[in-house]
């Protein structure tokens, strides 16, 4: 891209900046929630580029003074000092250049989110529940090293080990524009424990990874929700089976994209504290039908790109974890580590990163930029 294209679209920026740092400082916009957090959403990205385009500028201003040295000046230090200069500034255009033209790409709304993610069991009976429960631990070693903060909601344990399903949800920065590539289905190649052969034996487990849903982004009518407290089951402590901690909500909601009116129906026993678990069961209700809602948004990536990257389908196969031989392929972007023990300790990040430089790739191709 030319210079002049790429000024052309930063025109506009630093006022646009000015301007949405006054609005968030003002009275009436803080009082509108769902006005000021789309407003601090769109400060922090135009923080990013406009110090990215005070940089830019800069840069240009400084291979403009030295080509004006090297034209005008025969003092052979003066001329060296440019020419030192021009190279300088030269190498670092065309790095800043990139960097900006991903920041130019919309960013999705979603992606500074926290998530909920579901992980299940697929086929391969017992030995599909036990590779949940190890990708379960793979993403709390991997959460853990982020520093954020996970919650179990819900959770099914398998009859040999690990979980026929865990739902958790995960609280830190950029949580789910980070985990939505994870969504999709997980495949697994071993030796199980109960083969006696020693026979490769092939299962699966489904993850989605869904955004957590604000109080302002449904709507939610909380007289007609139904609510009915149990006690929690379970090993240990004296409040276990004695008090009513455990909550179920049920909720009849009208899908807009079916027309069909259905009832969600949400247990949650994860805290002994009653008010705790109301709160908790009300977040995962406005999260199911914030996905619900959002479904065609979903839909509408996926139709519109040509690979698998973050598009929250969760039918599709997209990474196989081979233990003969140590192995992980994902098949989104074709690439392959043979570092799975430490991969399955939680160092993702590679891959992660791998399959965000894919998608950007493709959003600049899309974008013309």
């Known amino acids: 891209m030319a210079e002049n294209s790429l000024l052309s679209r930063l025109d506009g920026i ?5 301007e949405v740092s006054t609005l968030i400082t003002d009275p009436d916009v803080i009082s509108d929630m769902k006005r000021y957090v789309k407003l601090t959403k769109e400060y922090k990205d135009l923080e990013k ?15 403009s003074e030295a080509k004006n040295i090297l034209d005008t000046e025969s003092d052979e230090d003066m001329r060296a000092m440019a020419k030192e200069q021009l190279d300088e500034a030269s190498n670092k255009l065309p790095i800043l250049e990139e960097e900006i033209k991903i920041l130019l790409i919309p960013a999705d709304p979603e992606d500074a989110k926290n998530a909920i993610v579901e992980i299940r069991g697929g086929t391969g009976g017992d030995e599909a529940a036990i590779f949940a429960g190890d990708l379960f631990k793979m993403y709390s070693k991997y959460c853990e090293a982020k520093g954020w903060t996970i919650a179990v909601t819900s959770f099914n ?11 958790f949800a995960v609280t830190g920065d950029n949580v789910y524009g ?15 424990a109960t083969e ?20 302002f982004d449904v709507e939610i009518n909380e007289g007609e929700i139904k609510w009915d407290t149990f006690r929690s089951g379970g090993a240990g402590g004296q409040n276990v089976n004695k008090v009513e901690s455990g909550v179920r909500l049920r909720y009849m909601w009208r899908n807009p994209n079916t027309g069909v009116t259905e009832e969600i129906l949400i247990e949650c026993t994860e805290t002994r504290d009653q008010p705790k678990n109301k709160e908790r069961a009300l977040s995962r209700l406005r999260t199911f039908i914030y996905d619900k ?3 065609k948004y979903l839909d509408d990536i996926a139709s519109r790109r040509k690979t698998m990257v973050s598009t929250g389908d969760r039918s599709a196969k997209i990474r196989t974890y081979n233990y003969p031989q140590g192995r992980i392929t994902d098949h989104r972007i074709n690439y392959t580590i043979y570092n799975l023990q430490a991969f399955m300790d939680g160092d993702i990040q590679d891959c992660i990163d791998h399959l965000i430089i894919a998608e950007n790739a493709e959003k600049l191709k899309e974008s013309e930029l």
Do not use: C, W
Request: charged share 25%.
């Open 14 to 18: 630093e006022a646009r900046f000015a």
């Open 49 to 63: 580029l406009t110090k990215a385009t005070r940089q830019y500028r800069n840069l240009l201003d400084n291979i």
């Open 157 to 167: 344990e398998g009859t040999a080990g690990g979980y026929k399903e865990i739902v």
């Open 178 to 192: 980070t985990m939505k590539y994870e969504s999709g289905v997980h495949r697994v190649q071993r030796v199980p």
């Open 196 to 215: 006696t052969q020693g026979r490769v034996h092939t299962s699966a487990a489904t993850v989605a990874v869904l955004p957590e849903a604000e109080e």
């Open 293 to 295: 809602e959002h479904q």
